[in-house]
């Protein structure tokens, strides 16, 4: 047994990668991509990190999938966004079968190929346990970084620690929190005129798409609610835009609001215990909060303009939302109160649906039309400042949502002909996987981090 080394989290430098590229490019021979959904190139600073197989202990009464977990881990790191599969796999599978004959790493031959993190691992299924062990390596250093057992766990599991032994690679080596355990909401269409959309929720790696919600309904705007176990969302089952609520584990439904006119566009707040959403009740768009039962209304804005889309900032005392109070849809913040109403986007004549990083470098991202009448994510500071592009092309790139982490935002974009989810990194818009493949899907909604 390997128990986890006690050392520090090694913080990705850019420098050091520079510094071991260089010294490997001389060596490493191209190869053709291997098509896993990557739309875009990596950015500069992502690490070449390879995960070989796992190895079947000897006396396993039981053999999982081949290469699932290797699939899975590599899959998962590469969605992060700081790592990439080597250049060359042809040279790392003949370099792993090496090491095994051998019954050592040759570390100066994984630096020869490019390779900077070494992932390796090995399990047994005895009497129905899967237990696995993993080894983590750094092939410049020529050391071991960190090992972990993972006994007690069922085989039909395996996936889903496959996520686990992924988040925790993803924290011991940048020293940020893993998301490859959590979920994502999605809107999809369910016929080809899209008169019927369903809730949907999958993997944040697209892994396990399921429908939530019953054919024949028209639904849309699904959020996360009460302690990432409920979840939000509009319905015109009843020919009324009406607001929904439905625990996951049951999907038990519930009427959260049924008020005349809009019930869109829900937003949680664990910490208030509060829903803000947009309501039409009195004949204008305005921004109310409720509680999860839809009681104990407030009224937040009071305009003749329309006021939507409204999202809760990461430490609760205030609100981004859209308002096209100027003439056309722009971003503005508030207080949690209603109070102290600002406008945040100057650049754009239609600003919306802009969401608050839950965690991370503390931004707020959103869709704005651009020059050439499509929409693109940017991303700002909360006062506004620091606008950056993220997303260009000539195709529509909307809805954002950002990862529990803060480091990646999921979001929707027609660039392959319809509707699909993608992901990439927050930072720069790089990394680029689509989720989705299929009937259009939109609307994304990212889970908090699971505890």
Known sequence: MHAMMQRRPVRLLPALLFVFLLAAV?????????????????????????????QVQPGSMQQLPENLFAQVVSNDLQLSGFFRPPDNVQFARETHQGDLQRGEIQFAEWYRIGVLYL?????????????????????VAGSYIFGNLYPNNRPEQARALAHQISNDIFKRITGYDG??????????????????????IMDADGYGMRTLTPGGELTATPAWGARGTEIYYTTYRDFNPDLEGMI????????????????????WNEALQLIALTLTKDGNSEIYTIDREG??????????????????????SQLVFTSDRTGSPQIYKMNADGSGQQRLTYQGRYNDAAVWSPAGPERIAYASRVSDGTFQIFTCNPDGSDVRQLTSGGSNNEDPTWSPNGLLLAFTSDRGGRKQIYIMFAADGSNVHRLTNGSPCHSPAWSPMKH
């Open 119 to 139: 992932v390796r691992g090995e399990y047994t299924i005895v009497d129905g346990e899967l237990r696995v062990e993993v080894r983590v390596y750094d092939t």
């Open 179 to 200: 998301v490859a355990d959590t979920q994502i909401l999605y809107v999809q269409q369910a016929d080809s005129l899209g008169r019927t959309k369903q809730i949907g």
């Open 248 to 267: 996951l584990r049951t999907q038990q439904r519930w009427w959260v609001s049924r008020r005349n006119g809009f019930n869109l566009s829900p937003a």
């Open 26 to 54: 001389e060596t490493v021979r191209a190869q053709d991509p291997v098509d896993i959904g990557v739309v875009t190139g990596h950015r500069r600073d992502t690490f070449p990190l390879y995960v070989p197989e796992f």
């Open 295 to 316: 009681r104990n209304p407030r009224r937040l804005t009071n305009n003749p303009a329309i006021d939507s889309s409204p999202c809760w900032s990461r430490d609760n």
